[in-house]
């Protein structure tokens, strides 16, 4: 019995380890894959400004250091094309709107400093739209369908999806009836999404709301705050730097807030998945198995 074991694992490790050393990878390659949705602050709207007599919006095209484009940084573009990730992440998929910084490429930034090793390509899939309710993100809708197809294209390639970026609500804050029902939409969209992207314990970070738009702000933040699936983390961009009108993060408050992103989800990652994870950025079956089995663990530690 113990010789058969032994064997198996060498069959494993064997077959994984070649995989793992091949070196600079190809946008076709394996990617450590985030998906970007919610909508005009995850869209990004940072040095935006309204010219308030004509009402022209427009982008000051200024990028800070943090949200730079860098050769292994890609974007899945609208027509599901890799490309280099640029600012603005979104404007093929919020095209209606003046985008500009969102909190997408400081986010990679800082997990690529952290974790060089660990996430060697990324792959961004930015989803978000301006001035949406989270009616128009449940299982059926256009843009849940598009952000589960667009996940899926990502895939394809090669890759794993690492988490999804939540950032949305301030639509919902208008009315009190969207508010009070918006914890149970929130928690039925991560329960979802997660299923429909078949991976259990998928981290989501999402945010709480940094402006007061509407009368119920504090009923669609409390509900943010009060969510409690195991998978999922809040960061609070209460007090962050506004745009002139309360509704945007300013370029340095997305670049604060990419920075927040990251340290939560480095801080929900258990340290032995990192390490398996450094050493065999493939998705092979033995790491897939240990890294379900450790999610497991910690998901059942957390009941
Ligand atoms: C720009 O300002 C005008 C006038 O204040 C306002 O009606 C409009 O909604 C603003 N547009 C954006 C995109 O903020
Ligand atoms: C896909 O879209 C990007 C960005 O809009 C563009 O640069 C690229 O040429 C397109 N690729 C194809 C194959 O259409
Ligand atoms: C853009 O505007 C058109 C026309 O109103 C609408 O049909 C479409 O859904 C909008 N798309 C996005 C991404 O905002």
Known sequence: MLPMLILIFWAILARSWPLAATHPLPPTAQKSIFILAGQSNMAGRGGVTNDTATGVTTWDGIVPPDCRPNPSILRLAA?????????PLHSDIDYNKTNGVGPGM??????????KLEFGLVGLVPCAVGGTKITEW?????????MTRRAQAALRGGGRIRAVLWYQGESDTLEREDAELYKRRLEGLFVDLVADLQSPGLPII???????????TETVRAAQLGISLPNVRTVDAMGLPLEPGGLHLTTPAQVQLGKMLARALLNSIPKPISLISSKAPTMMPSNFILDFLLRLVRILGTI
């Open 79 to 87: 027509n599901l094309t890799w490309m280099e990730a640029r600012e």
């Open 138 to 146: 449940q299982r059926g809708t256009v843009l849940y369908d598009q």
């Open 206 to 216: 999402q945010v709480a709301l940094a402006s007061k738009v509407g009368p119920y």
């Open 106 to 115: 400081a986010f990679v930034h800082a997990i690529l400093r952290a974790a």
